[in-house]
């Protein structure tokens, strides 16, 4: 039987944007462990290297903060890296390999990215954000919104997420079309859609959402002529990977009218800066990456880091995530 390691001393939470983290996890689990818990996101490689150089294990939220190859090499003490959730595309997991690193994941909650996507898609076609504020100024029912039933609902990327918000589009009466680069028929009639090309998709779909990991080929897979071929009523809605649509081009089709709005829960660059151009554009409705944010999706988070501790410190480390 392998010797168990020393134990972990020292952990770092980072991007704990909402000041949550120490009140949603069982840390007292962590005898002799010290938490020291980032609420700040640093980008400067050589601030963020010198801010984590002294801990052994390290919590990243989601993909907040990257951890490529430069990096992880300045990280001596560094002997275990967990992200939440079971994948993490920011992280060089053959870096974590090569330099002995254990890399593992944490359970989550469901699917609340689901919840955000239904509620952009509704604020939008009943205009309510700005209904709501119409009603705070003292004026009544200034526009009228569009009922979802019997609208066009085209969905790109039919994988758990997106089949799980086509199902939802059922039970508003909305009909279904999808599209990937490898969908098949057979899956989009499991959830009830039919399946069709990419350009008929954005051509037919009252509302366009998707739901593709971000990857080089699905990077940019949005672009001017989809967006052309859509209807000036229609509205498109990201709550995936902001790269996924070309941000200079949905800008464009928003300022000029080309597309009725857009609802958007993730961007190029996050935190979104001051003065990026989308906090200008017109008719969206824009959240801060929502999409995973919930209550028990953070329990369960930070219950798996300490659970992934606990694993490391027995020998036995859990839920490692492979090169």
């Known amino acids: 039987m392998p010797e168990a390691p020393a134990p972990i001393t020292r952990l770092a939470i980072l991007d704990d944007y909402q000041g949550v983290a120490m009140s949603m996890g069982p840390w007292e689990r962590l005898k002799g462990v010290e938490v020291t818990v980032f609420r700040d996101t640093l980008t400067d490689a050589d601030a963020l290297a010198a ?3 002294p801990f052994d294990a390290i919590l990243a939220m989601r993909e907040r ?3 490529p190859r430069a990096l ?3 990280l001596p003490k560094l002997r275990l890296l967990i992200t939440t959730a079971a994948r993490n595309r920011s992280i060089d997991a053959a870096a974590c390999a090569e330099r002995g690193i254990v890399f593992c994941g944490t359970p989550s909650h469901g699917d609340p990215t689901v919840d955000i996507t239904w509620g952009l898609i509704i604020g939008l076609m009943r205009d309510l954000p700005a209904q709501e504020r119409a009603l705070r100024e003292g004026r009544w029912q200034t526009s009228v919104g569009t009922a979802l039933e019997g609208r066009t ?5 039919l994988g758990k997420l997106g089949g799980r918000v086509a199902k939802v589009a059922h039970a508003f009466g909305m009909k279904v079309i999808a ?3 490898n969908l098949t028929e057979a899956r989009a009639a499991e959830v ?3 399946r069709v090309d990419k350009a008929a998709l954005f051509q037919q779909a009252d509302v366009v959402t998707l739901h593709l990991i971000l990857s080089d080929r699905s990077r940019g897979i949005v672009g001017a002529a989809d967006l052309a071929r859509m209807k000036p009523s229609a509205f498109v809605v990201n709550t ?3 790269p996924l649509i070309d941000q200079d081009t949905l800008i464009a089709a928003l300022r000029n009218g080309r597309i009725a709005g857009a609802g958007i829960d993730v961007f190029d660059i996050e935190p979104l800066p001051a003065g990026h151009p989308i906090l200008a554009a017109p008719n969206t409705l824009l959240t801060p990456h929502l999409g995973y ?3 028990q999706n953070y329990r369960a988070y930070y219950a798996g880091c300490v659970e992934a501790i606990e694993a490391f410190d027995a020998g036995a480390p859990v839920r490692v995530i492979a090169p």
């Open 51 to 53: 801010r984590l150089a």
């Open 65 to 67: 903060t990257p951890f």
């Open 72 to 74: 992880i090499e300045r």
């Open 153 to 157: 609902l085209g969905v790109v990327g």
């Open 179 to 181: 599209w990937s680069q």
């Open 192 to 194: 009830g859609a039919t």
């Open 240 to 242: 995936s990977r902001g």
């Open 293 to 295: 944010v919930s209550q």
